[in-house]
């Protein structure tokens, strides 16, 4: 760690004042966990599962940028792994370098994002240093959570729902300098207050899964749930179906939560969800050895949802893609909704159709969240209505190994890691609210071996 930023994270443990952080020299280079051009081809052939972060995550220095006047410089406490981590570590499905020449080709400011390496990471908190000339809102000083929706705010198309914006891109996949990194730079429309009674890392987690699910489950960009509604959460303990369980519940509705093992059911049932289906337990075998679906199976699921609730779910939260999808498709209630927003699995999807023109339900495409619904999905972090879901904490330069977790689906919840905040613990400006939360903010950590 260089002297300046020494400085700098010292001045963020003191608390010291916004403009005495202002007045703090800014390093020409920081660290930062990146994957290198030059080694985008070194998994070519291996399967998936052979491609290990472990060995494409370089932890080193990188150059910080100019910062163009609508552009904020964020000192990084904590950030998080998110599966977009992943698929830039393992330089699936494309290796990320190809949006980063596409933004480079865009404009002068574009052109700093197209580099030989990629600083990865799309959710981070900390506390601003500088703030470019164009910006009002906000000060050096103000503590931040950020949101990985990058638009440029002087487009037309991004004037309704910024997701449909033509150039909208996801902050540290899509661009450089994320927040995987001792600082960053985000455009000011990413920027969020930290919730208070939250730690850097619990505050770090929650920004890109949280929003994700609230547009999916709540936004009438999604599927907007009512009261009463059975809600199949497929990945119901992971990044993004652990909060997507959380609106479930607060919204009145009932999830189904699918999981692959007695601890993460257990989770689940102390948040408050009932119930719950072991997939591995049960043994579906959705696809057969001969490359065909097994409708049998999606009926045998079918039938233990109605066991468990009733009747068939209004809504489904789909991501696995290739594997799960036929069931989704086939066990989604008559005039119900399939919403997606990834293909874990793969992306080449097989259902079959007549379940859904018949029944007329829907499958409708989700992808991060607006401004607004990252704000409000925020708000309700900060307000203790929605929980982190951190369940295991990182240092910067153990990414690749966190990376490698999530890749194998080895984790719960969400994985933290630590930037320039030196333990975990730390960056708690509310601790009476923190203590009336706490057994609810910690859930996912108690449940770890
Ligand atoms: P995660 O933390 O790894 O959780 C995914 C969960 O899916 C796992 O906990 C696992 O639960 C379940 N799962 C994995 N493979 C499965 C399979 N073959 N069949 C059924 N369930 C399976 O990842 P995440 O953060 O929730 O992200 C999930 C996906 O959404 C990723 O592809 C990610 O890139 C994508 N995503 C998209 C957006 C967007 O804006 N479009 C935003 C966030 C995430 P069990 O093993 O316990 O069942």
Redesign the pocket.
């Known amino acids: 760690m260089s002297s300046e930023i020494d400085a700098i994270r010292q001045a963020v443990l003191d608390g010291v004042r916004g403009e005495d952080l202002a007045a703090l020299p800014v390093p020409d280079a920081a660290r930062g966990a990146l994957v290198r051009a030059s080694e985008q081809e070194m998994f070519d052939g291996l399967p998936s599962e052979e491609k290990d972060p472990r060995k494409s995550v370089h932890v080193e220095e990188f150059p910080i940028p100019e910062l163009a006047p609508d552009e904020a410089l964020v000192a990084v406490m904590a950030s998080s792994i ?3 981590t ?2 830039t570590s393992i330089f699936e499905p494309l290796p990320t370098f190809a949006f980063l020449k596409r933004l480079g080709r865009e404009s002068v400011w574009g052109a700093r994002h197209d580099q030989p390496f990629h600083v990865m990471g799309s959710d981070a908190a900390g506390v601003i240093l500088r703030t470019g000339s164009a910006i009002r809102m906000w000060q050096p000083g103000d503590e931040v959570t950020i949101h990985c929706n990058y638009v440029d705010d002087q487009d037309p198309s991004a004037h309704d729902d910024s997701m449909l914006a033509s150039n909208q891109r ?1 902050w540290g996949f899509e661009s450089n300098y994320g927040g995987l990194a001792e600082l960053t730079v985000v455009k000011a429309n990413q920027l969020m207050p930290k919730p208070r009674q939250l730690t850097w890392e619990e505050a770090a987690v929650n920004a ?2 949280n929003s ?1 699910s609230y547009r999916m489950i709540v936004s009438p960009n999604g599927a907007q749930m009512t009261q009463d509604q059975v809600v199949l959460v ?9 909060y997507a369980c959380q609106y479930v519940l607060n919204g009145g509705g009932i999830p189904v939560g ?4 007695p601890q ?1 059911a257990a989770v689940l049932h102390e948040m408050g969800v009932e119930h719950v289906i072991d ?2 337990a049960e043994g579906y075998r959705f696809w057969g050895d001969d490359g065909h679906q097994d409708q049998s199976e999606w009926r045998r699921f079918g039938k233990k949802i109605r066991e468990l609730v009733g009747r068939d779910p209004d809504i489904v939260f789909e ?3 290739r ?2 999808m036929g069931a989704s498709v086939f066990v989604c209630k008559r005039g119900g909704m399939v919403i997606t ?5 793969g992306y080449t999807i097989e259902y079959d159709n007549r379940y859904l023109w018949m029944n007329l339900k829907t499958i409708k495409g ?4 607006n401004y607004r619904e990252a704000y409000a999905a925020n708000q309700l972090v900060a307000e203790g209505r929605i929980q982190p879901t951190l369940s295991k904490t990182f240092t910067l330069d153990e990414t690749g190994e966190a990376a490698y977790e ?1 890749h194998h ?1 080895r ?4 994985l933290g890691v630590l930037c320039l905040a030196p333990e975990p613990g730390l960056g708690v400006s509310d601790p009476q609210r923190r203590e009336e939360l706490l057994p609810k903010i910690t859930l996912f950590r108690r449940h770890q071996d």
């Open positions: 998110n599966f977009n992943v698929w996801i890109l899964t994700t497929w990945g119901a303990s992971g990044g993004i179906g652990a699918v999981v692959s093992n993460r997939r591995k991501h696995p893609g594997q799960t927003c990834a293909a874990t699995s989700s992808h991060f969240a999530v689906n984790h719960e919840g969400k």
